[in-house]
């Protein structure tokens, strides 16, 4: 049996687990920047993710999936400026986004993924 190994973790979630050659985050919100605009809080959740990942044991190259979430769509472009500019070019992951009411009012943009090892 494969091992599963959990990171971050807390009495509702862990932020990460990985399973086989598989990493999966929570839904990353941008802790260190609510309240701020969407291009704050999307570099602030991208550094989480990066950091997540390298602990993992892997990087954003290998991201497979994500999905993000947006309290309003109308900051998509805002978000996806600062995205676009922290994927690796040719090797971006697949993609969805969603407008969504998020868990808090301060919280713009939460995004997760899935990576390979």
Do not use: H
């Amino acid at each position: 049996m494969e091992k599963i190994t959990r990171y971050e973790v807390g009495p509702r979630m862990s932020q990460m687990t990985v399973f086989g050659d598989m990493v999966y985050t929570a839904g990353i919100v941008a802790l260190r920047a609510p309240g701020r605009p969407v291009a704050d809080q999307t570099a602030d959740i991208l550094a989480k993710i990066e950091d997540l990942l390298a602990v993992a044991g892997t990087e954003k190259g290998k991201l497979l999936t994500a999905t993000i979430w947006l309290s309003d769509m109308s900051t998509f472009a805002e978000m996806n400026r600062v995205w676009d500019n922290w994927v690796v070019p040719g090797r971006t992951p697949c993609r969805a986004c969603v407008e969504a009411a998020l868990a808090g009012s301060g919280y713009t943009v939460e995004i997760q993924v899935t990576a390979a090892l």
